[in-house]
């Protein structure tokens, strides 16, 4: 019989080599890191009978035990919750409803995942790695629907304004949602959401409690075109870098759905270091 370790060793090679990149035989492993956000998960009903989960992997790629902090940023007020497990070396956990097992929450959120040490500190050596999908039974077939977006290292957060293209002119019967995640722990950060593509450009601007997120359905993607531009708007003094974007586009008939994060309209330079207490 495999050990647990040769199971689980097995699973990782599996996972990056089901999304590598090949270049001349090449293989590009998947990255880990001792913090990650997971921008948009939830346990919630959805439009036309449909009710979202979240289908989420956490696993720790170092060979020693790591206390891991959930911590949930909720839509609309910062976040007051978090919660901790931990994972044995080279073990991972998985739940389809991961919202609601792991964290006891329910509606849509942020998940913050971080590796940290005795004291509550960021573990500098934690080796984290998170699959996550969004899914839903689809009414009346059976079966079911879903969509994605990738588990971001926060050291790679640093935003200043960014291009989102999640709409793609597809027509009256799709529908939109954007999102918005600001994991400053501090400040408020408000965004203009800039559509260019209209007969007559407007804008709509969104504010973002510390530590929270916010997603808004636009309607039918046939009205604003495939771009949007979002702007950081906060006053200079508090304004961060510390935030991220994302795009969720649906087929309201059958449910096939696809998601995206913003492009960030910046390269990204001397990133900031890992949230939370340190």
Known sequence: ??????????????????????????????????????????????????????????????????????QWLPQWVSS????????????????????HDYLGQSGLGAILVTGITSSGDVDPNASLYVASRIWSPQPGTGGTTSQTLPAIPTNAINTTDAGLFPLGGQGSNFRTNVGLVNIDPINQQTFDLVFTQ????????????????????????????P??????????????????????????????????????????????GPIGKE
Not at 37 to 57: C, E, Q, R, W, Y
Not at 198 to 218: E, K, N, Y
Not at 232 to 260: F, K, M, P, Q
Request: include cysteine; proline fraction near 7%.
């Open 227 to 272: 771009e949007i531009l979002i702007q950081n708007r906060t006053a200079a003094a508090t304004r961060s870098n510390l935030w991220v974007a994302y795009g969720s586009t649906v087929d309201n008939i059958t449910g096939d759905a696809w998601s995206e994060m913003a492009v960030p309209g910046a390269p990204n330079i001397n990133p900031p």
């Open 80 to 99: 007051t919750f978090s919660t901790t497990t931990t994972l044995e070396a080279l073990s991972f956990i998985r739940s389809s409803d991961f919202v």
């Open 1 to 70: 019989m495999k050990s647990l370790s040769m199971i689980v060793t097995t699973f990782c090679a599996i996972a990056a080599f089901s999304q590598q990149l090949q270049d001349n035989n090449v293989v590009q492993l998947l990255p880990s890191a001792p913090q990650l956000l997971i921008p948009v998960a939830g346990s919630t009903p959805g439009a036309n009978g449909t009710f979202f989960k979240s289908d989420i992997t956490l696993g720790n790629f170092a060979a020693h035990p790591e206390t891991v902090r959930l």
């Open 198 to 225: 209209t007969i007559i450009p407007f804008s709509i601007t969104v504010t973002v409690p510390p530590m929270s997120m916010q997603q808004g359905a636009l309607g039918s993607s046939s009205f604003f075109g």
